[in-house]
C-alpha cells in the first residue's frame, strides 16, 4: 500500500509538470478546428490530431530535464502539426493559418493581450498631435505616421509605456 501510495504520488508531480504541453496541444487542436470556418472542407479528427501527437512525442528529441523536454514537445509538436495541417490547405489560405495559429499560441503563452491584438489588427485611432519632423531621412507623412503609431502605442498598450 505504502508503495502505491509512493508511486501515485510521483505519478502526479509527472503529470503536474507536463500540464502545459497538454495545455499547447488543446490550444493547437482548437486552432485547427476553427479552420472550418474559412473552409467546411477544413475538417480534422480528433483521432488523427491524437495520433500525430503521440507520433511528435515518439520522433521528438529525448530529455531527462522536464523543463527542455517540455520545450522540445512543444516546439516538435507545433512545427509538426504545422506542417502537416498546410499539406491539406489551399495557398490562400496558408498565411491567415499561420496567423491564426501564432495569436492562439502567443495568447495561450501570455506573449499577447486583446488590447495589443486590436491595435495590431485596426491601428492606433484618434487624433494625436504630431510634432515636427525631427529627421532628414524619414519623409513627412513617414514620419507622422510612425510618430502616431508610436504615440498612440505608448498610451494605451502597457508593455510600450515610455517608449515615446
Not at 44 to 60: E, M
Not at 92 to 109: A, E, H, I
Request: charged share 25%; glycine share 4%; with cysteine.
Amino acid at each position: 500500500m505504502r508503495e502505491s501510495v509512493v508511486a501515485e504520488q510521483e505519478i502526479d508531480r509527472t503529470r503536474a509538470t507536463f500540464r502545459t504541453v497538454a495545455f499547447r496541444a488543446q490550444i493547437l487542436f482548437f486552432s485547427i478546428v476553427d479552420l472550418a470556418v474559412i473552409d467546411p472542407m477544413y475538417q480534422y479528427s480528433l483521432q488523427w490530431f491524437s495520433n500525430l501527437f503521440g507520433s511528435s512525442v515518439d520522433n521528438s528529441q529525448k530529455s531527462n530535464d522536464p523543463e527542455h523536454r517540455i520545450k522540445i514537445l512543444n516546439d516538435h509538436f507545433t512545427v509538426s502539426l504545422y506542417e502537416n495541417v498546410c499539406r491539406s490547405l489551399f495557398e490562400k489560405d496558408k498565411l491567415l493559418f499561420s496567423f491564426k495559429l501564432t495569436v492562439n499560441v502567443m495568447f495561450g503563452d501570455k506573449k499577447m493581450d486583446n488590447d495589443e491584438l486590436r491595435f495590431f489588427l485596426a491601428g492606433p485611432s484618434g487624433e494625436v498631435k504630431i510634432l515636427p519632423n525631427p529627421t532628414t531621412w524619414l519623409g513627412d507623412l513617414e514620419w507622422s505616421e510612425t510618430y502616431r503609431q508610436i504615440h498612440v502605442m505608448s498610451k494605451i498598450l502597457p508593455c510600450f509605456e515610455g517608449f515615446e
